[in-house]
Structure formats: structure tokens, C-alpha cells
């Protein structure tokens, strides 16, 4: 089906061969109405397996397992986000890594053992910003 798609102009092929888009907004939107939630949601979880397999956890990753819902365990959501938290500092994205801690707390049991990786995030994102005293 993705070739086909690819062949009527309607998906593209970006810079990394395992990654599609939409060519444009109203073709995502119209193939998002006529797929089940429930589908949508397997196809996300698959791509956000697929992305992590290529190129780690990142905000890509955390939006997709996002949109599984259900089919994500909320512990895998919060560990990835995390992940992407240090990602986007490492890339300067400070507003970025900020959200995506915002979405790891939420996600992450409490005395969980990612408590201490979303402290050092914290801390990493404060530092970021110039806040060291709060880093501390």
C-alpha cells in the first residue's frame, strides 16, 4: 500500500528510506478518517518502534507513542520521553526537552527507578537555561 501511495504522488520518502510523509495536510487528514482509531493506534505504536530501532528515542518517538494510547504501557512512554528530554538538551531544544519531561513525569511510576533519570533531566534542563542554582 505505502508504494502505491508513493507512486500516486500522495506519500513521500524522506532523507531516511524507513520514513514517509504525507505530501500534503487534507491527504493525511482524509487517510486519518478512514482509519479506526484502533488502527491508527497499532500504526503508531509500529512507527514509533520502527524510529527508535533507527534512530533512538526522540520527540518523534514520544508523539507516536503518544497517539498508541492504550497499546503503550505508560512506563515505556515515560522512559522514551526522558530519553528525548536529554536528546533535545544535548540539541539545544530547551523548550522541547522541557515539554518532553513534562510528559516522562506524568508517565513514570512514582519510586520507580526512572525517578533519579527524570531528577538528572531536570537538573540537565536547568542548567540548560542557565539555572544552576536549581541544577544543584
Not at 503503550?72 to 536529554?86: E, I, M, T, V
Amino acid at each position: 500500500a505505502v508504494d502505491e501511495a508513493i507512486a500516486l504522488g500522495l506519500v513521500v520518502v524522506t532523507e531516511s528510506p524507513d520514513q514517509f510523509e504525507f505530501d500534503h495536510d487534507l491527504v493525511r487528514r482524509s487517510v486519518e478518517e478512514r482509519v479506526s482509531a484502533s488502527r491508527r493506534a497499532v500504526f503508531h505504536l509500529r512507527a514509533a518502534e520502527v524510529r527508535e530501532t533507527h534512530h533512538g528515542a526522540d520527540a518523534q518517538v514520544v508523539f507516536h507513542l503518544r497517539e498508541a494510547g492504550p497499546l503503550c504501557a505508560s512506563d515505556r512512554l515515560g522512559s522514551a520521553a526522558a530519553q528525548a528530554a536529554l536528546r533535545a538538551i544535548d540539541q539545544g531544544a530547551v523548550d522541547q526537552a522541557r515539554s518532553l519531561l513534562e510528559v516522562a513525569t506524568s508517565h513514570v511510576t512514582p519510586d520507580s527507578r526512572e525517578e533519579a533519570h527524570l531528577c538528572a533531566t531536570a537538573a540537565a534542563i536547568a542548567a540548560a537555561e542557565g539555572r544552576y542554582d536549581d541544577a544543584l
